[in-house]
């Protein structure tokens, strides 16, 4: 996160940016330990989805502090606060104050986080989710995601380690994925293929780069190839 | 906090709660030596304004925690992420998860935050002008202010420590106060000014009690007089 911050401090304020982040060790054991994703079915796991979004928040004080303490003014927007979801996708909610906070010259921050459900009472709200409502709402320039990983590979790059990176990715490029290709296919983590869908349904180019590659964010915002690029057949039109 | 939520749990769920705190010693600082209330008018405010926002994070994960140690299902509604301001009121909002939090059988709790004002560009959101709002929107039952002394008294209690507390205190109260003894007013915290301000703006009957004695809260909720209580002639009809 260090990284990323130094990064962005690069272009900030020049490009305007929103800052999401996931679950990590935070969020995660205790979504499953409580079984928020199948909603409220029983008592316990009111404490449960209270005590998600209270690690979460913890979370979001450390990765925060990191950015102001490079001087980039990110300012935490809870989503569990603003949006309610159905079956773990946004179905209502007001993006006011982010939108507020970018014309104010600072960088909203939201997370994944426990979200209040219209009919399973409560879930689970992916940051993956949330990127892919806010870059429809918004419609940005790029969504980069930063994975551990160099992108999308047609083997998972975990195991193949020289397996290439897919530059162009598209609905066809999915397609042969997953019909010529189940086995790799399967080997990817889910992580990436819900990637995938939320950004096929993206109003923008989005980029999927190696996080952990110091350079990486400042390569792609000066225009190199880095990672995969995907591209939905709206942005390709 | 461990007092108040160990007589909440006597009540909850058969009563339903809705619990606002302050900044205490964790906001306040911060948003003065950033003057936050002045408005953005230099750019290192920007630093201040989150800086402000994070240490009220900081704040609302211990208090939460002790309510949720409890297993009271208490979760965090960030005010500064549903509310617009303008001159420390709230002029635009949505409360929309608050309401479902209630409806699902969670307490929600919002604290005074910093907050983005429609003029001034930034402010704060007091917790008092906060549960103000939250009472004209909601009309709860009743609205119960823990301050530190006994309740309203014509003189400043924390100075004359056998003022006699003013069991019922209406708008003609208010003119006495100010008018008959000016000296004692000016004594009295600007805080509580404000608190009787915005309770005389509430359809509903509000109850400033010592939050440091223990059973005041049982008390109270066991229909027992214990400090002021402020009716706003609304109420009164």
Chains 1, 2 share one sequence.
Do not use: W
């Amino acid at each position: 996160v260090e990284q990323i911050a130094e990064e962005i401090s690069l272009f900030f304020p020049e490009k305007r940016f929103i800052i999401v982040h996931g679950g990590g060790s935070y969020g995660h054991p205790l979504a499953k330990q409580y079984a928020i994703r199948d909603g409220l079915t029983h008592e316990e796991q009111k404490i449960g989805f209270c005590l998600t979004h209270q690690a979460m928040q913890q979370l979001n004080i450390k990765v925060v502090t990191i950015f102001i303490n490079r001087k980039l003014p990110v300012y935490t927007i809870s989503s569990s606060s603003i949006f309610i979801i159905k079956d773990h996708e946004i179905i209502d909610g007001s993006i006011m104050t982010i939108i507020k906070l970018l014309e104010q010259g600072f960088i909203p921050l939201l997370y994944g986080d426990t979200a209040l459900d219209s009919e399973k009472r409560i879930g689970i709200l992916s940051g993956d989710q949330l990127i892919a409502y806010l870059a429809c709402t918004l419609r940005p320039e790029r969504v980069i995601f930063l994975i551990d990983v160099n992108g999308i590979c047609h083997k998972n790059p975990t195991v193949f380690h020289d397996a290439p990176v897919i530059e162009h990715f598209d609905r066809k490029t999915l397609n042969t994925l997953i019909s010529d290709n189940t086995d790799s296919g399967t080997d990817t983590t889910g992580g990436i293929f819900n990637k995938i869908d939320q950004a096929l349904k993206m109003p923008c180019p989005v980029h999927l780069i190696n996080g952990h590659i110091k350079g990486n964010i400042t390569k792609l915002l000066k225009g190199d190839t880095v990672g995969t690029l995907i591209c939905s057949s709206a942005v390709m039109e």
